[in-house]
């Protein structure tokens, strides 16, 4: 009886569950259809209408417009990525199986770093980079992976912690050194916690918008600062401005897809949890 | 053996790091505190000392006013939007339906998108025009017959800023999901078992059993999104430009800095946000490592 009064109650749940679902799908609707719609078929009141033929002119235009952020937005994503996911490896091993004096002092200092507003770093980095000539991608790239230390040291740490430390002992005895330890038995098995903060870093770095404002031109603006200038100025039409924001999405939305589970592990790392 | 020449070449490992978090992270706000003392104001530094004067000022600045009540409007909207949504997408989808995935995976998809782009698109969607030029919710609303949703959204004084906070819980709640979701799993199940066996209704469960468990969850919830909305920017950047009745501190440290050349009101404006931010983070990660270190 119990049992069934449940079951019932399950199904109604679906209808909470697709009206939610269609909340969190209108702007996607709104992105891909407009996206697609020939120049003619452009008009506010069939804005939620499916387009009558399909168009890709909106999509060259806004290509047009973005390429040379898209460009400059892998530039700078890739080499941050790779950097400061190995710094992280390397702190977070070190953090977890070789505490130095003072170790466990340090890392509480290094996490803090995650949750700062970058407002109250902003004015002596933008003086830095000047006076030492960094401005643009490498400037960009250099301040993603500083501040990406925090996160990647967090995650690797966790993870090295969760190993049994016997594992180092007996390679140790085994004749290994401390760096032989990481190179031949732990950074062999922490490829899948390499996947995870490699998809952090690159999503985080894609969405930056602050630092990129700040430390870039119009010459090297990533694809952040280019989509929120083109939405800004009056000449571009929308249709275009909804290909543009999907060019600028499509990157982190396909590693979303593909990697998933990898993503939402980064996320929980984020809050500490490991 | 090798265990000093080991402990020592652990040390130089880290050392870059330690030192650009030192230089970088801690410096840096030391530096910026130190310009919030100061008079700086245009493209010279000029470091001479100002005291408090600086943070006076804000106080009484009706511009940072209208920031802290904005603030204080998005903040409570988007935590508890957040909160409520992610709460209850995660109890339905621990019911073990069919198709669970499916749902995580589409609520969850915002968080991979880049603020900017969010706002870009809510934009849209949010235009207030009316009549013949109306479209996005709107529109949507009039064919629906739900006239009495048509609002003015973002563009509406004092009250506009909440509907910025709409389209970051479309982009964040997803997030409190995933929290509340692993939460729930982890949450053993002889304990719900033990519960109705004793006779305990599904709602007396939730409310006496698993939301009491939860609680970490919704503390760490709390300050994760509380620390998040402190600090928003793009998305009002990206929705609502400059317009001063959506102003947030992070906006007017970045306009009066970058654009006023007010360096030392800038720095005070970010050092206030630092403490702010602080207040929730601190204690937060000391029960958090202290709490990891127990087990």
Not at chain 1, 16 to 28: A, D, E, Q, T
Not at chain 1, 183 to 189: F, K
Not at chain 2, 8 to 15: N, Q
Request: hydrophobic share 55%; aromatic share 14%.
């Amino acid at each position: 009886m119990k049992a069934k009064s449940l079951r019932i109650g399950k199904n109604w749940l679906y209808a909470p569950l697709i009206f939610m679902s269609i909340f969190y799908l209108l702007p996607m609707y709104v992105m891909l259809v407009t996206g697609f719609k020939p120049f003619e078929e452009v008009n506010l009141k069939t804005m939620w209408a499916l387009p009558h033929t399909i168009a890709f002119d909106n999509y060259v235009e806004a290509f047009r417009h973005l390429a040379p952020s898209l460009r400059n937005s892998f530039v700078m994503v890739i080499p941050a990525t790779i950097i400061s996911s190995f710094l992280g490896s390397l702190n977070g091993y070190v953090l977890a199986k070789w505490k130095f004096k003072g170790a466990d002092v340090i890392f509480p200092l290094i996490l803090f770093g995650m949750f700062i507003p970058y407002q109250s770093i902003l004015i002596p980095l933008v003086q830095f980079m000047k006076s030492a000539n960094l401005t643009g991608i490498p400037g960009l790239i250099l301040a993603h992976v500083i501040y990406g230390i925090p996160i990647t040291t967090l995650t690797f740490r966790n993870y090295y912690a969760s190993l049994p430390q016997e594992l180092i002992e007996a390679a140790r005895i085994d004749g290994a050194n401390m760096l032989g330890v990481y190179r031949w038995i732990l950074l062999p098995i922490s490829i899948p916690s390499f996947v995870v903060v490699l998809i952090w870093q690159f999503t985080s770095a894609w969405n930056d918008f602050l630092f990129a404002v700040v430390l870039t031109g119009n010459e090297q603006w990533p694809i952040t600062v280019a989509l929120n200038n083109m939405a800004g100025s009056q000449i571009i039409a929308w249709n275009v401005q909804m290909a543009g924001s999907l060019l600028a999405a499509l990157p982190t939305l396909l590693v979303y897809l593909f990697l998933g589970q990898y993503f939402l592990r980064g996320l929980l790392a984020g809050s500490l949890k490991g | 053996m090798f265990k000093n020449k080991d402990r020592y070449l652990s040390f130089l490992l880290v050392l870059p790091s330690i030192l650009a978090v030192m230089i970088f992270i801690y410096g840096f706000i030391g530096w910026s505190i130190r310009v919030s003392l100061s008079q700086w104001k245009g493209l010279n530094p000029n470091f001479a000392w100002a005291g408090l004067n600086n943070y006076i000022e804000l106080f009484s600045d009706p511009r940072f006013m209208v920031d802290i009540r904005n603030t204080v409007i998005f903040t409570v909207v988007f935590v508890v939007g957040c909160i409520v949504v992610g709460f209850f997408l995660a109890v339905m989808l621990d019911q073990g339906l069919k198709g669970e995935a499916f749902f995580r995976t589409l609520f969850l998809f915002p968080m991979a998108i880049s603020f900017i782009v969010t706002g870009v698109v809510w934009r849209w969607l949010m235009n207030p025009a009316t009549g013949s030029r109306m479209s996005g919710l709107n529109l949507l609303f009039s064919y629906l017959h739900l006239d009495f949703l048509i609002n003015n959204w973002h563009t509406t004084p004092t009250w506009g800023i909440a509907a910025v906070a709409l389209a970051a819980i479309w982009q964040m709640s997803g997030y409190t999901m995933a929290l509340y979701l692993a939460g729930l799993r982890s949450i053993p199940l002889e304990l719900r078992e033990a519960a109705q066996i004793d006779g305990a209704s599904e709602w007396q469960i939730y409310r006496h059993v698993i939301l009491p468990i939860l609680t970490p969850v919704t503390l760490s919830a709390l300050i994760i999104l509380g620390h998040i909305s402190l600090k928003v920017f793009d998305l009002i950047i990206a929705m609502a430009g400059k317009q001063l009745a959506l102003d947030v501190p992070a906006i007017y440290m970045w306009q009066t800095t970058f654009d006023g050349l007010f360096y030392a009101r800038g720095a005070a404006i970010a050092t206030l946000l630092l403490i702010s931010v602080a207040v929730l983070i601190i204690p937060y990660m000391w029960f958090t490592l202290r709490s990891e270190k127990q087990l």
